[in-house]
């Protein structure tokens, strides 16, 4: 009776370890995945809030025509009125309707 009980404890306890450890990797996988999700939304929050800063900044029409008079000696052209966007909602709509032409 002592062996059986002894056998069943000792299972009992590889069982756990075993599970312990496979549930501690799954966890530090997904916490590595967490991580490396985390760096990308940051890199793309921060590439979102450097096309708005430009947005806000090329947008005001003071600010080009002071542009266009100090670097007179290059030559520009004009934009096409379908690339032009009113706000970075509407280019993101627009880009999002290409890239769904594209898949």
Same mark, same amino acid.
């Given at each position: 009776m002592f062996k059986k009980s002894a056998i069943f404890v000792i299972f009992c306890f590889f069982l756990l370890t075993i599970t312990t450890s496979l549930t501690k990797n799954k966890a530090?996988? =997904? +916490? #590595? @995945? /967490?991580?490396? =999700? +985390? #760096? @990308? /939304?940051?890199?793309? +929050? #921060?590439? /979102?809030?450097?096309? +708005?800063?430009?947005?806000?900044?090329?947008s005001k029409p003071k600010k080009l025509i002071t542009q266009i008079k100090e670097f007179k000696s290059e030559e520009y052209l004009s934009y096409d009125r379908s690339k032009i966007?009113?706000?970075?909602?509407?280019?993101?709509?627009q880009n999002s309707k290409i890239s769904k032409y594209i898949k």
């Open positions: 530090r996988n =997904l +916490e #590595k @995945e /967490i991580l490396k =999700l +985390e #760096k @990308e /939304i940051s890199q793309i +929050e #921060k590439q /979102i809030s450097d096309a +708005e800063i430009d947005y806000i900044y090329l966007f009113f706000s970075i909602n509407h280019f993101l709509e």
